[in-house]
């Protein structure tokens, strides 16, 4: 199946207007022999929020790091907010707000030490400075824990942190770096909530994440995998290729062995855990066609319900990464 959103197929952007936050254009970055990013194209609209989605090593990180003038790249560039990536990173850095997922703050500061630092940085006024600390420490909920050392905050809270000191200069493009990686699901919803709230002001947001469900709280995605990017759309339109599969979920025991026995399989294209539950692709066949429950009694499993389930970003990806030769 031919995945319509490929890189090939996308137009190379030129310029800058006034819609766009983020215009990348051949964005190359080599170690040695080694390809970190090989000439990625991309765009992100001001005020929309756009997730970068790949496994570990596909080349997020790097990409947010040339993109925030922290390093060059080998070849192709960009803009941030107008700003050349190659030529101005300074003027970059002074327009955006960055959060990675060690949070960057200091722990044997205290909470009003963190921001006070991060106020220093960027320059503001004691004036600013009081109006923006009483914003974030009111957005954050950690009014009254002022004085407390950052290092005793729960990650939660940590978070919510991170996020006002990176937004203290209230700037208009935040990167977010796996910014819930570690975080409890309460967390990361009330997180995602914060995050909504800034995009509904207006701010863009350029998220990287590993979590498949946040990822359908974005405007736009793009998936890159081994430097490349593979897909880029909405969350719909990246899931449209998979709407006349047949997609599985299957309770099984010993589902990783049940995935292993089935990876073998003619009827399974493709096949993945999630959580306790298989979930395989059976491309156009229908479930009675594949045979899957009489397949595994037979090789001694026990098996539970068999539906078949709406395609999400999770198929989607699984199925992006098997299309390049890989595993997700």
């Known amino acids: 199946m031919q995945f319509p959103w490929t890189k090939t197929d996308r137009p190379r952007p030129s310029g800058v207007d006034d819609g766009d936050a983020i215009v990348v254009s051949g964005l190359r970055k080599t170690f040695g022999d080694f390809v970190a990013v090989d ?62 997922q060690k949070f960057s703050l200091f722990q044997d500061l205290t909470v009003d ?36 050392l950052t290092g005793n905050l729960s990650v939660g809270w940590k978070q919510r942190l991170a996020l006002g000191c990176a937004t203290i200069h209230e700037p208009k493009l935040i990167f977010l770096d796996e910014p819930t990686s570690g975080v409890d699901p309460t967390a ?28 359908t709280h974005c405007n736009r995605l793009a998936f890159i995998y081994r430097g490349n990017i593979i897909a880029e759309g909405t969350p719909q339109e990246v899931k449209a290729d998979l709407t006349a599969d047949t997609i599985l979920q299957i309770a099984v025991d010993r589902g990783e062995e ?35 429950r009489e397949f595994l009694v037979d090789h001694g499993f026990e098996v539970g319900a068999i539906d078949r389930v709406e395609p999400t970003l999770e198929d989607a990806f699984v199925h992006l990464v098997t299309q390049q030769g890989g595993r997700a």
């Open 113 to 148: 030490e963190n921001l006070r630092f991060y106020s220093g940085i960027y320059g503001l006024t004691p004036e600013k400075y009081a109006e923006r600390r009483a914003y974030i420490l009111r957005m954050a909920d950690l009014e009254g824990r002022e004085n407390e």
């Open 39 to 100: 000439s990625v194209d991309f765009r992100v609209k001001r005020g929309e929020i756009f997730g970068f989605l790949g496994p570990n090593g596909s080349g997020k990180t790097t990409t947010i790091r040339m993109l925030c003038g922290v390093i060059a790249p080998t070849s192709g560039g960009g803009t941030v907010m107008g700003y050349d990536v190659v030529d101005e990173p300074e003027r970059v850095r002074e327009n955006i707000g960055y959060m990675s």
């Open 188 to 215: 990361r919803r009330q997180f995602w909530e914060l995050l909504n709230d800034l995009a509904n002001e207006g701010v863009t947001l350029f998220v990287t994440t590993h979590y498949m469900d946040e990822a």
């Open 258 to 292: 049940a995935l292993a026995a089935l990876e073998g399989l003619e009827s399974v294209d493709e096949g993945y855990m999630q959580g306790s539950l298989v979930h395989v692709n059976l491309g156009r066949r229908t479930a009675e066609d594949a045979g899957l």
